[in-house]
């Protein structure tokens, strides 16, 4: 699999209202239940906006406060495992994560984030398993991000004909989803099957709004089939439609060091 697609998770954060709070002089506030619930909801929030920052220390302060605030909250305790899991400390992940699901069994987010743990730990099954369960769940308002979590998942653990079949589900429950497409014309790409991932990238092309990534992957699909014209028309899109991308950068890369 190549690096491009290996890292991608389409994970989903976890829903908190910001809410002002003010500090005691004790370091933790002291409110009434009504107050603490807002105060590590904003917290939560305040700390995930850290972590996706990569801020780690300020998480760390934020996390740890609204978990003094509401100890039983799964989502603070998910968002404790990404953490945990970001500095390192594998057994405190899977702890918290364990503790999320123990407050809020079967809850489709806690379970997509603890299966991006699995999956990135070497644990396919057990993260596939939790991805299936979370798109399973009729209240999960993304089952096609986690069908496309678990292909990723599979295809990391060489599982290339499992992950094809994840891909297409999720396409079957968001046929406009543009990651499973990028996933699965990645897949056939690496498995040259360029005539399916190029009939599969334009069709979604022509009838949805292109993205940088997938004009980029048609363009390397080109190459491979030896289309000068074809790859020219993707590279010619990427630049007039996405010219500060990460992938015209890369593309302009490649064409000025063909080698």
């Known amino acids: 699999m190549n690096a491009q697609g290996a890292a991608r998770w389409a994970l989903l954060g ?29 917290n939560l929030q305040l700390g995930l ?15 740890e406060r609204a978990e ?17 899991a970001k500095l390192g400390k594998d057994k405190e992940a899977d702890k918290e994560y364990g503790t999320a699901l123990s407050l809020k069994p079967r809850d489709p987010d806690v379970l997509n984030s603890y299966a991006v743990f699995l999956c990135s730990h070497g644990r396919a099954a057990e993260g596939v398993h939790n991805f299936e369960e979370a798109a399973a769940n009729p209240l999960y308002r993304s089952p096609w991000a986690a069908y496309t979590n ?14 094809a079949q994840l891909f297409v589900r999720a396409l079957q429950s968001n046929p406009g989803y543009s990651e ?14 360029y005539a399916a991932a190029r009939l599969r990238i334009d069709f979604f092309l022509t009838n949805n709004a292109a993205t940088p990534d997938l004009l980029l992957l048609g363009w390397r699909i080109a190459q491979a089939q030896s289309d000068a014209t074809g790859a020219a028309h993707y590279a010619q899109r990427l630049a007039a439609e996405f010219p500060n991308s990460a992938q015209a950068r890369s593309l302009s890369a490649s064409q000025a060091n063909p080698g």
């Not at 906006?49 to 996390?63: H, I, P, S, V």
């Not at 909250?73 to 968002?79: F, K, L, Y």
């Not at 497409?181 to 990645?186: H, V, W, Y």
């Open 150 to 163: 678990a292909g990723v998942c599979l295809r990391q653990a060489h599982h290339d004909v499992e992950a």
């Open 180 to 193: 499973a497409i990028f996933q699965a014309s990645d897949l056939d790409l690496q498995q040259q099957k």
């Open 68 to 84: 003094a605030e509401d100890s039983h909250s799964a989502d603070v305790h998910s968002a404790l495992g990404l953490l945990d």
């Open 14 to 42: 976890i829903a908190a209202t910001m809410l002002a709070a003010c500090q005691s002089n004790s370091g933790v506030p002291k409110y009434t239940e009504s107050q603490r619930d807002k105060a590590a909801a904003a």
């Open 49 to 63: 906006r850290y972590l996706e920052q990569g801020n780690l220390g300020l998480a760390k302060t934020k996390l």
